[in-house]
């Protein structure tokens, strides 16, 4: 697989690879696996969320404003 990547792109990631020691190429690699475990990672958790609405494991915009609310006042009252 070949990248192409922008010239200004292409400097920025020149530079960040100097300042780290690194071989610009090892960190596009680096970054470009991150970006697709992320993504991954992400869309399970999506998955998980729909799973759970499905289920009726939600609170409603009320809920959440109470939990909320609780929190708050617990921070600001005195110990």
Known sequence: MEVH???????KLARL??????NA???AQE???HFVDY????IREVEKGLEQ??????LTHEAVG????????RKQSPS
């Open 5 to 11: 990547l922008t010239p200004d792109v292409e400097a």
């Open 17 to 22: 690879a100097a300042e780290r020691g690194r």
């Open 25 to 27: 190429e090892a960190l």
């Open 31 to 33: 970054a470009i696996e």
């Open 39 to 42: 993504d991954a990672w992400f």
């Open 53 to 58: 609405i499905d289920r009726g494991e939600f």
């Open 66 to 73: 109470e939990r909320l609310e609780k929190r708050i006042a």
